[in-house]
């Protein structure tokens, strides 16, 4: 018999009678279970970087992601498709999206491929298990000794270095995730890219089946399948494999203003509500403006294009500028605002002002 052998010690069910069932818990509620690895992937272009990045920035901040509340944790995302200043580009804009700013990130660290030109984990042998490289063994260690509890590591193929159809090379690599889940008592999050058979069919897998089956949950990031090309900002976060959550949830999702956001239709109503406080907040925001002597136009071309102002004001709360336009139009069209001409007759400029209502 080996040497290294061991007796089994299963665990017996007769003992956890009248035990407290531990809940099940999220690292984003339906979609990444803690202690597992969930895998995020999506075409090169589509943005999940971006959206990983959003998840991250949440976890660290303690803040709802897409409509779903997030525990605050301490992070580190991993990027090895961007550089330091594309990422401090990207976290600026999901920052705004919070209104809060780097200041606020104590829970937030970033590596770089500038700090880490080889981040590959494993090296598999022809035969024998694989060794774990240097960097596998630096990044636990930082990861347990800073308590981290969320990782993102961006993209799979810097990382995994092997044979993407060796079902035994893939499960050995996401075993290896999976303890580093496990050690740092949080969840890993890994994109990627998916194959052409993934692409043609829809399912978004990479390579072989076994980083399907091996992870315990995959989402596909991809834009609507539609004829329509009109919408380049939509997008479309489907769950593809979900041990402990339904499976085919869908969530339809846009980009504006430098991140991802939930595209909620604009009819029902909740949307009518929502179209309410847009405007409500359009209004204070014009009179704020106002009351300072600042003018406003509806001209996008301007630099003081209504929308984009107001957007840049704490008031505007968790409106986009989307949003802000669209109740720009729609206040235009009740008759609550209008241009109005100021200036010299011969430099004549147009601003928007709040329209009277008094009896005539």
């Not at 339809?252 to 009518?272: E, I, K, Y």
């Amino acid at each position: 018999m080996p040497a290294n052998t061991r007796p089994l010690a299963p665990h017996d069910p007769l003992t956890w009678q009248d035990a407290e069932i531990p809940p099940r818990r999220w690292a984003w509620p339906g979609l990444i279970p803690d202690t597992q690895v969930t895998m995020l992937s999506g075409d090169g272009g589509v943005g999940k970087t971006l959206l990983s990045l959003q998840i991250a920035v949440a976890k660290a901040l303690g803040r709802r992601c897409l409509g779903r509340d997030v525990e605050a944790k301490k992070v580190l995302f991993v990027a090895m498709e961007d550089d330091k200043d594309e990422m401090m580009r990207r976290l600026a804009d999901v920052l705004q999206s919070y209104n809060a700013d780097f200041g606020d990130l104590e829970n937030l660290w970033i590596i770089d491929h500038t700090l880490e030109d080889n981040p590959e984990l494993l090296q598999f042998q022809a035969y024998g298990e694989p060794e774990h490289t240097p960097f596998c063994i630096r990044l636990l260690n930082y990861c347990v000794d800073n308590g981290i509890q969320f990782l993102v590591l961006d993209s799979l193929h810097d990382f995994f270095t092997g044979n993407e159809n060796s079902r035994t090379q893939v499960r050995r690599f996401v075993r290896e995730l999976r303890t580093f889940a496990k050690e740092m008592d949080g969840a890993v999050l890994l994109t990627a890219h998916p194959s052409l058979s993934g692409r043609n069919t829809g399912t978004g897998e990479a390579g072989s089946t076994a980083w399907n089956n091996s992870v315990r949950s995959r989402l596909y990031f991809t834009r609507p399948d539609s004829d329509d090309d009109d919408d380049p900002d939509a997008r479309v976060l489907t769950t593809k494999k979900a041990n402990y959550a339904s499976v085919g949830e869908t969530i339809s999702l846009r980009w504006s203003d430098g991140v991802f956001a939930l595209d909620q239709p604009d009819t029902g109503m909740v949307a009518s509500i929502e179209r309410g406080q847009a405007e409500t907040v359009f209004l204070e925001c014009l009179d704020k403006l106002t009351a300072r002597g600042t003018h406003v136009s509806e001209s996008p071309h301007a630099g003081n294009y209504a929308p984009k102002v107001i957007s840049r004001m704490p008031e505007r709360g968790r409106f986009k500028v989307r949003d802000i336009e669209r109740a720009m139009q729609r206040l235009f069209s009740d008759g609550d605002i209008k241009n109005e001409s100021y200036g010299p007759p011969s430099r004549l400029k147009t601003r928007i002002v709040r329209c009277s209502h008094d009896a005539q």
